[in-house]
């Protein structure tokens, strides 16, 4: 099967097994999918079975990219029964590169990065293998948003670190929601020389009308070179 959207140019095999009892039909299906849109990776994923605001961060978190190759795996009954959710695999994985990712409002934007978004089950995953922020390479960096019940609030991790100028690094805590408890203290320093940036960042997903709330744990360290 190859079909064109005004996205993305994809390309899959299916199989579907149909049975004589009242069971719902087992479908099989891997889609390649190739010169894509990575602002638009959210279109391929089960909206209707994943949270409202973890769709929102993918609509919103990922602004730009070029999809170089996605694939789609489907493997499991084509109809949602609960008695047959066992039997259902769904994954999914996007290599993209001129990524721009916008991982939390009001901290620094990750640019020009290459990536991967995978999308297991309930857990989502970007690992950005190189990139830039606030003017500095940055890399590997992981943003996951790890597997949660119907009951709990799904969280956002941030891991990575930026190696580079120690000016950048200061003006990535003057440009991150950090220079208002460091009192103005960076906007008065000066540093210079080389600086291995190290992120340790934790934040909850609220509903799609409250957004991202304030970080459970915020851990910023600079080393000097």
Do not use: C
Not at 153 to 178: C, M, W, Y
């Amino acid at each position: 099967i190859r079909a064109q959207t005004e996205d993305v140019r994809a390309e899959a095999m299916a199989s579907l097994q149909l049975y004589k009892d009242k069971s719902p039909p087992f479908l099989q299906l891997h889609a390649g999918l190739f010169e894509g849109d990575g602002a638009q990776v959210s279109k391929y994923l089960p909206a209707k079975k994943l949270n409202a605001n973890l769709i929102k961060w993918l609509d919103e978190g990922i602004e730009s990219g070029d999809i170089v190759q996605g694939d789609i795996l489907y493997n499991g009954p084509v109809k949602i029964d609960p008695h047959f959710q066992t039997r259902r695999t769904i994954q999914l994985r996007f290599q993209v590169e001129q990524t721009m990712v916008d991982y939390v409002p009001g901290w620094p934007k990750i640019t020009d990065g290459i990536a991967d978004i995978m999308q297991r089950g309930k857990e989502t995953e970007v690992e950005v293998f190189d990139g830039r922020v606030s003017g500095d390479h940055v890399g590997p960096l992981s943003i996951r948003i790890p597997f949660f019940t119907a009951e709990e609030v799904p969280r956002l991790l941030i891991t990575g670190d930026a190696n580079g100028d120690l000016v950048h690094g200061l003006q990535f805590l003057k440009e991150s929601p950090l220079e208002d408890s460091l009192s103005g203290f960076i906007n008065d320093a000066f540093a210079k020389g080389d600086m291995k940036l190290k992120l340790d960042l934790g934040f909850s997903l609220g509903t799609p009308e409250d957004g991202i709330e304030i970080p459970m744990q915020t851990d910023v360290e600079i080393n000097v070179l």
